[in-house]
């Protein structure tokens, strides 16, 4: 296998998580009687551009199905993030009605709400069927496509180049890196801009975060390999933002290669944090494989301990990372009895793999567990806020991941 972005040979295994259903695959009452398929899971690094990435891509139109269940207006938090966000952009890019803003992989309108309230012309750009609808019903035009170099190539001339291009937490998606970036390329204006969001690698490491591996994401991502793949199809990242989102990312602002803006110092200082984290000598992509099974064996001796003294366990949050850590584990409804998740999207179906139950919240109040694991540890103080209500039972809530907390 070659780098799906500079073509070098791939030889240094970055993590192996063994074989896994696509963690948002969710499974109906009535798939409970069929097979489900199973793919490897496992990262390379590659020695010549350092990008992270599967070693096998998976058809993109399988994992980003009609009936996929992600919907991102169910995190207020995250709600909030774009409503910040947007407010921010339209104030430094002076952005107006005479503007347009494309977001690609738009979900549900989560985002492109806020800058319609604006009155700035938006479009949304989303591949999932279900999630679009969703976002029609706001009053936001979505297109149903994948974005890629052709795509773009129709909607500049059909709509007009856009002034801002958003894309958060979809660079790691896309399985033709190249044409993806070269699509915004082809869309953006001479003078637009372009942010980006995605986790960032380095945290990823730093945080034991192996559980954000999963077949949805087919790169994993560091600001010095990022910069590289924009500049190949000429754009320049001039700003870069860390940011607290999705367990550490980052966020560039890219524009073209010839823009007159300058490249602000930011864009050094985060170059130079990857340099002194050792993140241009491969020596640093090995080793993480036991940083990761030092994670699970913890939490399955946790599990099992549970089990053997009679307690019941229960989890929040139906989260693809959450799939992953399971699945990697191996742990089943004898140890997790059920998740509990806010989306109506997820609720009635079952965890791909494992096959636990997801049930409403409702449920879980009645249920009463002893310890209630929130897989979605990026929004662990969210859901502790909401979830204080355990404590009245004498529940707990746990996490698992950077390590075992019970609090």
Known sequence: MNCRFCGAPLDCEFLDLGTAPPSNAFLGAGDLAKPETWFPLRLFACSECHLVQVDEVQAHDKLFAPDYVYFSSYSRSWLEHAEQYVAMAVDRLGLGTSSLVVELASNDGYLLQYVAAHGIPCLGIEPTEGTALAARVRGIETLVRFFGRDFAEELALARGQADLIIGNNVLAHVPGINDFVAGIARLLSSQGVATLEFPHLLELVANRQFDTVYHEHFSYLSFHTVQRIFAAHGLRLWDVEALTTHGGSLRVWAC???????????????????????????????????????????????????????????????????????????????????????????????????????????????????????????????????????????GKLVRAIPSMEIA
């Not at 110092?265 to 993480?288: C, I, K, N, S």
């Not at 609720?347 to 567990?369: C, K, N, T, Y």
């Open 256 to 394: 073209r290669e010839d823009d007159p803006r300058a490249t602000l110092p930011a864009v050094g200082a985060m170059l130079l944090r990857e340099t002194t984290a050792g993140m241009m000598d491969m020596a640093w992509y090995q080793g993480f494989q036991r940083v990761a099974e030092n994670v699970k064996d913890d939490f399955l001796g946790f599990l099992v301990e549970q089990k053997r003294a009679g307690k019941r366990v229960a989890a929040y949050g139906a989260a693809a990372k959450g799939n992953t850590l399971i699945n990697f584990a191996g742990i089943r409804a004898d140890l997790i009895a059920f998740v509990a998740d806010a989306s109506p999207h997820k609720q009635g179906r079952f965890l791909p793999g494992s096959r636990i139950p997801v049930v409403d919240e409702a449920f879980l109040r009645h249920s009463r567990p002893d310890y209630v694991v929130v897989l979605p540890w990026n929004l662990f103080e969210e859901i502790s806020q909401q979830l204080s209500y355990v404590g009245s039972w004498g």
